[in-house]
């Protein structure tokens, strides 16, 4: 009888070793595809910020200059808050819900309740988690620049004409940024905030609307207590957690940043929150409103320059440079970067 050969199983150390090979593969792998995933994520967000930018260009072609910043009308001394976004929408295929504004009233009143809740996927960074802050706010990731001086109107706490592109009823047009279209920053990125965490630093963390402690999945690491955070908290501030939480509503943090820090600055970005009487403070003056931009990208921040066009800006730019591309009218030589 004719006998057929038996087949030869793979022994437990094969087995073993075709596994481990297996998991080798896997954890080469594994790296390429985020790197992919982020490198998509980012062309996206750069993507977002050329539909941002072209409809900045449509906006200055109507009305000769860029929107204002934040829209403060005085009524019934009572002040009415929108952002430059609210006026961007019939430039951004949105005409129908900036119909639905009614600018007699504040962003967050009933009578808008429609464009405050209303999601537009282009105002998000892909890299960024999404979430609702404050309430049913819909909520971004490219806050409007004020250059290096805070956002206040007309000039800041010091007396210092604003510099950036958006600010208090702001009107710039080309005609104003004597620096140069391409050599002037108009929006960057932030990082949404987490208003679950606590608003008042306590000396052990600090927290940007979330905790910046070493060995977590945050986005910053480093030592927790800071001179910055003791200065912030001495100066009777509260820390910032407003960031990105509402497109609709111009105020620092909510849709409004500085160039008075380097991009991802690890220390944590201050707020106002104290009565108005107490705002003679010397620290209040340099630390008030001080929002740094931010992004989940490693290692960059993405920002769209007046004249369209979109940077990766690292980290670890050299800070005078990237306060040079906040401003309008510095006078400053841009450096490389």
Not at 27 to 48: F, G, I, Y
């Amino acid at each position: 009888m004719l006998q057929l050969p038996r087949s030869r199983a793979f022994t437990l150390v094969e087995l073993l070793v075709v596994i481990a090979v297996i998991g080798i593969l896997v954890a080469l792998l594994l790296p390429a595809v985020q790197a992919a995933r982020e490198a998509a994520r980012r062309m996206q967000c750069t993507n977002n910020l050329k539909q941002i930018g072209l409809s900045l260009h449509n906006y200055h072609d109507t009305f000769r200059n860029f929107p204002p910043g934040r829209l403060r009308m005085f009524v019934d001394g009572q002040g009415r808050c929108f952002s430059a976004y609210a006026h961007l929408l019939p430039f951004l295929e949105a005409n129908n819900l900036y119909q639905q504004i009614n600018f007699n009233y504040n962003p967050e009143d009933a009578i808008n309740t429609v464009a405050l809740e209303q999601t537009i996927p282009f105002f998000l960074c892909p890299s960024d988690h999404d979430r609702k802050l404050q309430g049913n706010s819909a909520v971004h990731n490219y806050p409007l620049s004020t250059g290096t001086t805070f956002p206040l109107s007309p000039r800041n706490p010091g007396g210092v004409p604003i510099t950036g592109v958006f600010y208090e009823n702001s009107a710039v047009g080309f005609r104003d940024i004597v620096d140069g279209s391409s050599q002037t920053v108009c929006i960057s990125e932030t990082v949404k905030a987490d208003l679950g965490g606590p608003t008042v630093w306590d000396g052990v963390s600090k927290t940007n609307g979330f905790v910046l402690t070493q060995g977590n999945d945050n986005l910053f690491n480093g030592p927790e207590l800071t001179n910055y955070a003791t200065q912030c908290h001495g100066a009777g501030l509260l820390l910032q957690q407003t960031r990105g939480s509402r497109w609709l509503y111009g105020a620092p943090g909510h849709s409004m940043y500085n160039h008075l820090r380097a991009p991802n600055d690890p220390d944590v970005d201050c707020r106002g929150g104290i009565p108005h009487s107490i705002k003679t403070n010397a620290l209040w003056d340099r630390l008030s409103l001080n929002v740094a931009a931010r992004s989940r990208h490693p290692g960059i921040v993405h920002a769209l320059v007046c004249d369209g066009h979109v940077l990766a800006v690292s980290s670890t730019i050299n800070l005078s440079v990237w306060q040079a591309l906040g401003t309008r009218n510095g006078g400053e030589v841009v450096g490389d970067y």
